[in-house]
């Protein structure tokens, strides 16, 4: 299993600035990703963070409004540029590829509130 | 597109009795599909996986069936607890460098 923290956990940020999330994990992992839970809502996947080369971004998501970094196997940055309050929203990073089966380990997820 | 159901309406049952989750899907032929709980403010934990040519699995009080033929999945906890109340989601894999896709959850409540 792998141990997944965030940081921040929670902040309120006004609109037009940007907020960027860390996400550390305990071991070396293959594969890490970003998703966006709006309140009462399930898990929406922003983009899987490649270590080494950029991103994949799923429908929906762009590279300027969510660049994303992973400068190695334990580590991974999502920005929200430029934000609004539709970005008002739970990130969610998780860590996959540690064992035989796809199972996801999750971090605790950043609360972001825009004004 | 891909698409998945589960019970919209949050699951109310009685200490002691088995609660009974359904997952749904169309559109789509998973290799497996996992099932997670997730508490309020919480990341999601991974419970159960199933894989496509298994018809069940079972881990302590929880059990998997997986039904390709009628693409559904049900998810049952046995003899229930207050503990076990949670919102609980299935999640298909894409098959594609482990890529999930989510369904909404369902929120069960266990009252004593």
């Known amino acids: 299993s792998a141990v997944i923290s965030q940081k921040p956990s929670r902040d309120i940020c006004q609109r037009g600035t940007s907020l960027t999330i860390q996400c550390q994990v305990d071991?070396?992992?293959?594969?890490m990703f970003w998703y966006r839970q709006q309140p009462g809502q399930s898990l929406t996947l922003i983009a899987t963070a490649n270590q080494g080369s950029e991103a994949t971004y799923e429908s929906g998501f762009v590279i300027d409004k969510f660049p994303i970094s992973r400068p190695n196997l334990t580590f991974s940055t999502l920005t929200v540029s430029n934000m609004s309050p539709e970005d008002s929203s739970i990130y969610l990073c998780?860590?996959?590829?540690?064992?035989?089966?796809?199972?996801?380990?999750f971090g605790p997820g950043t609360r972001l509130t825009v004004l | 597109s891909q698409k998945i159901e589960q019970n919209s309406e949050a699951l109310n049952i009685q200490e002691g009795k088995t609660a009974t989750l359904t997952c749904n899907y169309t559109?789509?032929?998973?290799?497996?599909l996992q099932w997670y709980r997730q508490d309020p403010g919480r990341g999601p934990v991974f419970l159960l996986l199933?894989?496509?040519?298994?018809k069940e699995k079972r881990k302590e009080r929880l059990k998997v069936t997986f039904d390709t033929t009628l693409k559904q999945s049900l998810f049952h906890i046995t003899a229930s607890q207050p503990a076990d109340s949670a919102t609980y989601l299935c999640a298909l894999d894409r098959a594609q460098g482990g890529k999930l896709i989510f369904g909404q959850g369902t929120e069960l409540s266990v009252k004593p």
């Open positions: 559109n789509y032929s998973p290799a497996y």
């Open positions: 071991s070396q992992v293959t594969m």
């Open positions: 199933i894989r496509e040519n298994e």
């Open positions: 998780s860590a996959g590829g540690l064992a035989a089966y796809n199972e996801q380990f």
